[in-house]
């Protein structure tokens, strides 16, 4: 028998079905339905950092949800507040004010906080960036664009010195056009994205060579504080193996020519009920090969893959679903050495809260309902911890 988040055994309230860009889907389903047990205590013996992103808004405002991030995480990754785009102004000051209220919210409820993200080419104030390139004339662009990221590295790791230990670096560095590095020739900017994305590389240098982008980014960040933990973060690496490849080859680059520059790397994870198995124990292998911290940065699972309007996963997707994560963890844990095991993110707390839920392409990616109650993909994290 099929159970719904109503009556399920979390004790959450009867679902309203008066949204309709709400699922309303099964939560619990049969072979999953042990959700006993806080991510926290559950995942305890088998890394540190269990996480959770989490914003301002219902963090400040919503009981449900900040008791759900208090009770499961003990590390939490801002979604949006601590990115470029959200700090600087258009005229080149930078406001870390709401920031510093979700820090201070974190910090009053026993929760860290991993720094996300210094560079990246979305979310960006490229009002500000392409004002400095025309002041100073494009023959600077790169010298101006350098001294402007090594200026935000530099403040905002001080800005949060003692307080956010561990930060990405880097973003999203690597194309997905054969595993080369980032730049406009290999990055489609949209009209409606033309005043958010800004491709460091389009200025900055992109060979494997000193001038490399990604090998200053680290030194800025190290020369601002050495005792803070360097990441490099990106996605598509479960999917693609010249990806991951490349990231693997950057990483290593870099840490020849600056003397363990990368702490760590983290695997977004974002992925779906269809994902390639062996890709993501691929990804895995490879990226614990380098000896470093391995974490899962931004872990989801969509069952809508073709993003239709109107859709409600069905048992057998929400089976596939729980199984997917199961199959995560348990390929995390057996590829990865516990001694570099830093952690992992869930991004996002309740499906309604998830940025891969919309009106136009509903979905219910995460581990907990629109009541907070916990559903089956909780029970197959937990089978996965094992
Ligand atoms: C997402 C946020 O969750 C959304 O709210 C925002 O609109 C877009 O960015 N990779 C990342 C994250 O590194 O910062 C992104 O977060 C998801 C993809």
């Known amino acids: 028998m099929l159970l719904n988040a109503s009556c399920s055994k979390n004790g959450s309230s009867p679902s309203n079905n008066q949204s309709n860009n709400i699922i309303t889907a099964l939560t619990i389903i049969p072979g999953y339905t042990d959700t006993t047990g806080t991510l926290k205590a559950l995942t305890a013996s088998y890394f540190t950092n269990m996480g959770m992103a989490v914003t301002y808004g219902p963090m400040l405002g919503n009981v449900s949800y900040l008791a759900t991030v208090k009770t499961n995480a003990n590390i939490v990754t801002f979604g949006n507040e601590l990115k470029e785009g959200s700090i600087v102004k258009n005229d080149g000051s ?16 026993g929760l860290q ?21 025309t002041a100073a004339g494009t023959a600077q ?24 230990r561990a930060w990405d ?7 997905d056009n054969n595993g080369v590095m980032r730049s406009d020739a290999n990055t489609t900017v949209s009209a409606a994205n033309a005043n958010s994305v800004f491709l460091y590389g389009q200025y900055l240098g992109t060979k494997y060579d000193q001038n490399n982008y990604v090998l200053k980014a680290f030194q800025y960040a190290r020369l601002a504080d050495p005792t803070v933990l360097r990441f490099i973060n990106d996605y598509n690496l479960d999917y693609s193996r010249v990806k991951t490849d490349s990231l693997v080859a950057l990483v290593s680059f870099i840490n020849k020519n600056g003397a363990a520059l990368v702490d760590g790397i983290g695997t977004q994870m974002h992925i779906s009920i269809n994902s390639n198995k062996d890709n993501i124990d691929y990804s895995f292998q490879a990226l614990a090969a380098t000896g470093l911290k391995i974490r899962i940065s931004e872990m989801d699972i969509v069952t809508n893959t073709t993003k239709a309007s109107g859709f409600t996963p069905d048992a057998t997707a929400l089976a596939a679903q ?3 994560y199961k199959y995560v963890i348990q390929s995390y844990l057996k590829n990865v050495p ?39 993909t909780f029970s197959g994290f937990k089978q996965g911890l094992q």
């Open 338 to 376: 516990f001694a570099q095991r830093y952690g992992i993110t869930v991004w996002g707390v309740a499906d309604t809260d998830s940025w891969l839920n919309s009106t136009a392409s509903p979905d219910v990616p995460l581990l907990f309902d629109k009541n907070y109650a916990k559903k089956s």
């Open 141 to 164: 662009a790169a010298t101006v664009i350098d001294a402007e990221m090594k200026r935000y590295i530099t403040t905002t790791i001080n800005h949060y010195a003692n307080k956010i």
């Open 94 to 109: 930078y406001d870390y004010a709401t920031a510093d209220a979700l820090y201070n919210i974190c910090a009053n409820n």
């Open 113 to 133: 906080v991993y720094g996300h993200t210094l560079v990246w080419h979305s979310q960006q104030n490229v009002t500000y960036l392409k004002g400095l390139i």
């Open 169 to 175: 670096v880097v973003n999203e560095v690597i194309s």
């Open 322 to 324: 729980a199984a997917m």
